[in-house]
């Protein structure tokens, strides 16, 4: 790492602070009021607790403290969070980090970019030869010690000169190895954060265990981070951003893109694994300004927070010439995205059934721009949390977005409230069906559960990732649902035509076109089913996985929670919501059984064997030759299939799926459209194989043609 603090060579400037653009305050309690402002919400924000202001509120607000100091420095107070390294603060970890652990200086736009560039460049003597472009990850910082090759302790930020000891937690952190590849002596540094898709998962495990939500995902991962002995299965996952010691072989001058490449070929989880817009050197300050534009229109669909871009001096020389202050290097510096956090006026509160009969509180708002997406409505998680809360209609609230999650809301201006305003009275009853509510958890649910929820379950069961039934879209199934045809999905399997052409504007062609569909559904494998119910806490590949390890339903329905548990991925929390809610299914599957719906998962384990499922004999495509599955990333389009089914049919031929292009992945398959990680896989020398090549070889193992497809796993 080179971050070294030092005093800064003759003739340096100060680095660039935002203070120059903004406006002082009048007088010292204004100041006094600020800082004390500032000081609670980072706090918060160190902490990952819910958030007091949105971030541009907050740098805007650190922008007047550093002004005001700037103008009347007899105001200044001593501890000022403006000069802290980590503002707000208090130490109390107890592992002591080898050189502090610093903070970056923010710019807001290309003409603070460009005057942090000047400066640096004159601050050099010379120009920058190289620049870094990376995403500023938004999580918690961590420090990581390998000792041999062996992670022995990982500590949190903390004060910046002290913090947490999380290493139990943080082994579990996707993307931070136990064991590097080679035996190396390093410390790495970098962020530890919760993906979206993870942050739902542990969101639902929290509410269906009475516990209120995380309020974003930087809190879902310090909450796990720190949730020592708790058996959270939602994963952390671990981007790093800086290394010390040697990985690059003998010194002398290197550089963060080499060091990152090393650590990458060690296993560690570097930005330039994240996606295109992962690590991008550039030559000049034009480079560096598109590369930070695409990594904004990109922030999107990156799949976690990620709230500004970090421009960096590539080269290591450079780097310890430009050195550091007290609280942030000089060789890098923070390009802030506008906060993912904003506000807008709540117009009403609705309320959703879902598909298990959960009843959820859902916000209208007025519609508000949240990184690239307008936004219309926003989960309000649950009515005690609205409560709690106290958020009323026509209050100004706080809107919250990260990538795919559903937008939330996270609190109300209360400044702002209209004096007149009422207090949110939550129903007394079920609003569909008028029954009775269970309200003794926190996720409150009609007592009538999946059968007040038929309409959604329904319509799920029939979505093209799970029985795929083509034709049973959603207005169909309300109005199935409607006169009371079908109550539950195994209603479906007894529908006959001429009962269907009693509905609107169904004709005798599409109603046996619909029959003969439904019936078809039969055939899916056990996976599908399970997706298909939508056993609670489980996902798409979850439901994969549990079908492969017991092959049958009926093995998965006489599984204890202890067995659940072999299952990759489920701990005891989620084993014993699964073996609960399988017992509320099992009318249902009863049903399905009845009516010849496959209840077996193909080439897993056969019904009758005891024990984990072997891989069956068309299985054995995707292995190594030791037999360990292969790990398969899937990129661009594959013929006929959506990422699901391509992940499926990875699966379904021995392998073992996975997002991100590693030195440890085994093949990359590469369809149109695919980006940077096929560039990845040629870059690290990983076998591609092109998508039309991977369609013939799903085909011909799916036909039963094992010479066809061991010539084309041998050709490729
Ligand atoms: S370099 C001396 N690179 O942002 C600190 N930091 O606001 C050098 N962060 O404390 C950090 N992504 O926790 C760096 N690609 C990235 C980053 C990154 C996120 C965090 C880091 C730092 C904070 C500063």
Request: net charge negative; glycine share 10%; proline share 6%.
């Given at each position: 790492m080179t971050d070294t603090q030092t005093d800064?060579?003759?003739g340096a400037l100060t680095p660039v602070v935002d203070a120059e653009f903004a406006v002082p305050f009048p007088d010292r309690t204004a100041y006094a009021d600020a800082v004390a402002t500032v000081r609670a919400a980072a706090a918060t924000y160190h902490n990952g607790s819910d958030l007091l202001m949105d971030d541009a509120a907050y740098d805007a607000l650190l922008a007047r403290v550093e002004a005001t100091e700037t103008a009347r420095p007899d105001w200044a107070v001593a501890d000022s969070p403006s000069g802290a390294v980590a503002a707000g603060v208090a130490a109390h970890g107890d592992v002591e980090h080898s050189e502090p652990m610093l903070g970056l200086d923010n710019v807001f736009g290309e003409e603070q970019l460009r005057r942090w560039a000047n400066r640096l460049e004159k601050l050099l003597g010379h120009a920058v030869a190289a620049f870094v472009v990376e995403p500023k990850i938004d999580g918690l910082a961590i420090a990581a010690w390998y000792v041999d090759g062996r992670l022995v302790r990982v500590a949190t930020r903390g004060d910046g000169r002290a913090g947490e000891d999380v290493t139990g937690q943080a082994?579990?952190?996707?993307?931070?190895?136990?064991?590097?590849?080679?035996p190396v002596t390093i410390e790495v540094r970098g962020e530890v954060f919760m993906t979206d898709a993870d942050f739902a998962v542990a969101n639902e495990m929290r509410t269906g265990y009475g516990e209120p939500p995380f309020a974003h995902p930087r809190s879902a991962a310090a909450g796990t981070l720190r949730a020592e002995g708790r058996a959270y299965d939602a994963p952390l996952s671990f981007i790093a951003y800086g290394v010390r010691g040697a990985v690059t072989g003998p010194t002398g001058e290197t550089s963060h893109s080499t060091e990152m490449t090393a650590l990458a070929d060690l296993g560690v989880r570097t930005t330039a694994a994240t996606s295109s817009v992962g690590l991008t050197v550039c030559l000049t300050l034009d480079e560096v300004l598109a590369a930070v534009e695409a990594l904004g229109a990109a922030r999107g669909v990156i799949g976690f927070g990620v709230d500004g871009a970090v421009v960096k001096i590539d080269g290591s020389r450079d780097r310890e010439l430009a050195g550091s202050s007290s609280r942030a290097p000089r060789w890098g510096v923070a390009y802030k995205f506008p906060a993912d956090t904003r506000t807008t006026r709540l117009l009403g509160i609705e309320v959703q059934i879902g598909r298990t009969g959960v009843v959820t509180p859902v916000a209208v708002l007025e519609p508000v721009q949240i990184s690239g997406v307008t936004v219309t409505s926003a989960t309000l998680h649950n009515f005690d949390d609205l409560t709690r809360r106290d958020v009323r209609v026509g209050d100004v609230v706080f809107v919250r977005r990260a990538g795919d999650v559903i937008p939330e809301i996270t609190g109300a201006k209360l400044d702002e409230r209209d004096p007149t305003s009422a207090p949110y009275e939550p129903p007394g009853d079920c609003p569909r069906c008028g029954g009775e509510l269970d309200r003794t958890q926190k996720r409150w649910r009609c007592l009538r559960g999946r059968a007040c929820g038929a309409h959604e379950a329904l319509a799920y069961f029939a979505t093209r990732d799970a029985m795929d039934i083509e034709g049973l879209g959603d207005k169909i199934v309300q109005m199935l649902v409607g006169v009371g045809m079908v109550t539950d999905p195994a209603d479906l399997y007894d529908l006959e035509p001429a009962a269907l052409l009693t509905l609107d504007r169904m004709g005798s062609v599409s109603a046996a076109k619909l029959v003969a569909s439904i019936q078809a559904s039969r055939q899916r494998p056990l996976s599908r089913v399970l997706i298909g119910l939508g056993v609670r806490m489980t996902g798409r590949a979850l439901s994969r996985r549990i079908a492969r390890h017991f092959g049958s339903m009926r093995a998965l329905l006489d599984a204890s929670i202890e067995d659940l548990q072999?299952?990759?991925?489920?701990?005891p929390d989620r084993a014993a919501t699964i073996a609960a809610d399988l017992v509320e299914l099992t009318p249902v599957i009863d049903k399905l059984v009845a009516r010849d719906v496959n209840m077996v998962e193909p080439g897993a384990a056969s019904p009758d064997e005891a024990g984990p499922a072997a891989p069956g004999p068309g299985a054995a495509l995707l292995r190594r030759p030791d037999g360990a599955p292969m790990r398969v990333v899937v990129t661009g389009a594959v013929p006929g299939l959506n990422r699901n089914e391509g992940n499926e049919a990875v699966e379904r031929l021995g392998g073992s799926a996975s997002s991100s292009v590693s030195a440890r992945t085994d093949l990359v398959v590469v369809g149109e459209g695919a980006g940077s990680k096929a560039d990845k896989a040629a870059a690290l020398g990983v076998r591609v194989m092109p998508a039309a090549r991977f369609a013939a070889l799903i085909a011909a193992h799916d036909a039963g043609d094992a010479d066809t497809a061991a010539e084309i796993m041998a050709g490729s």
């Amino acid at each position: 790492m080179t971050d070294t603090q030092t005093d800064p060579p003759p003739g340096a400037l100060t680095p660039v602070v935002d203070a120059e653009f903004a406006v002082p305050f009048p007088d010292r309690t204004a100041y006094a009021d600020a800082v004390a402002t500032v000081r609670a919400a980072a706090a918060t924000y160190h902490n990952g607790s819910d958030l007091l202001m949105d971030d541009a509120a907050y740098d805007a607000l650190l922008a007047r403290v550093e002004a005001t100091e700037t103008a009347r420095p007899d105001w200044a107070v001593a501890d000022s969070p403006s000069g802290a390294v980590a503002a707000g603060v208090a130490a109390h970890g107890d592992v002591e980090h080898s050189e502090p652990m610093l903070g970056l200086d923010n710019v807001f736009g290309e003409e603070q970019l460009r005057r942090w560039a000047n400066r640096l460049e004159k601050l050099l003597g010379h120009a920058v030869a190289a620049f870094v472009v990376e995403p500023k990850i938004d999580g918690l910082a961590i420090a990581a010690w390998y000792v041999d090759g062996r992670l022995v302790r990982v500590a949190t930020r903390g004060d910046g000169r002290a913090g947490e000891d999380v290493t139990g937690q943080a082994r579990r952190a996707v993307g931070l190895p136990g064991q590097l590849a080679r035996p190396v002596t390093i410390e790495v540094r970098g962020e530890v954060f919760m993906t979206d898709a993870d942050f739902a998962v542990a969101n639902e495990m929290r509410t269906g265990y009475g516990e209120p939500p995380f309020a974003h995902p930087r809190s879902a991962a310090a909450g796990t981070l720190r949730a020592e002995g708790r058996a959270y299965d939602a994963p952390l996952s671990f981007i790093a951003y800086g290394v010390r010691g040697a990985v690059t072989g003998p010194t002398g001058e290197t550089s963060h893109s080499t060091e990152m490449t090393a650590l990458a070929d060690l296993g560690v989880r570097t930005t330039a694994a994240t996606s295109s817009v992962g690590l991008t050197v550039c030559l000049t300050l034009d480079e560096v300004l598109a590369a930070v534009e695409a990594l904004g229109a990109a922030r999107g669909v990156i799949g976690f927070g990620v709230d500004g871009a970090v421009v960096k001096i590539d080269g290591s020389r450079d780097r310890e010439l430009a050195g550091s202050s007290s609280r942030a290097p000089r060789w890098g510096v923070a390009y802030k995205f506008p906060a993912d956090t904003r506000t807008t006026r709540l117009l009403g509160i609705e309320v959703q059934i879902g598909r298990t009969g959960v009843v959820t509180p859902v916000a209208v708002l007025e519609p508000v721009q949240i990184s690239g997406v307008t936004v219309t409505s926003a989960t309000l998680h649950n009515f005690d949390d609205l409560t709690r809360r106290d958020v009323r209609v026509g209050d100004v609230v706080f809107v919250r977005r990260a990538g795919d999650v559903i937008p939330e809301i996270t609190g109300a201006k209360l400044d702002e409230r209209d004096p007149t305003s009422a207090p949110y009275e939550p129903p007394g009853d079920c609003p569909r069906c008028g029954g009775e509510l269970d309200r003794t958890q926190k996720r409150w649910r009609c007592l009538r559960g999946r059968a007040c929820g038929a309409h959604e379950a329904l319509a799920y069961f029939a979505t093209r990732d799970a029985m795929d039934i083509e034709g049973l879209g959603d207005k169909i199934v309300q109005m199935l649902v409607g006169v009371g045809m079908v109550t539950d999905p195994a209603d479906l399997y007894d529908l006959e035509p001429a009962a269907l052409l009693t509905l609107d504007r169904m004709g005798s062609v599409s109603a046996a076109k619909l029959v003969a569909s439904i019936q078809a559904s039969r055939q899916r494998p056990l996976s599908r089913v399970l997706i298909g119910l939508g056993v609670r806490m489980t996902g798409r590949a979850l439901s994969r996985r549990i079908a492969r390890h017991f092959g049958s339903m009926r093995a998965l329905l006489d599984a204890s929670i202890e067995d659940l548990q072999r299952v990759e991925g489920i701990g005891p929390d989620r084993a014993a919501t699964i073996a609960a809610d399988l017992v509320e299914l099992t009318p249902v599957i009863d049903k399905l059984v009845a009516r010849d719906v496959n209840m077996v998962e193909p080439g897993a384990a056969s019904p009758d064997e005891a024990g984990p499922a072997a891989p069956g004999p068309g299985a054995a495509l995707l292995r190594r030759p030791d037999g360990a599955p292969m790990r398969v990333v899937v990129t661009g389009a594959v013929p006929g299939l959506n990422r699901n089914e391509g992940n499926e049919a990875v699966e379904r031929l021995g392998g073992s799926a996975s997002s991100s292009v590693s030195a440890r992945t085994d093949l990359v398959v590469v369809g149109e459209g695919a980006g940077s990680k096929a560039d990845k896989a040629a870059a690290l020398g990983v076998r591609v194989m092109p998508a039309a090549r991977f369609a013939a070889l799903i085909a011909a193992h799916d036909a039963g043609d094992a010479d066809t497809a061991a010539e084309i796993m041998a050709g490729s």
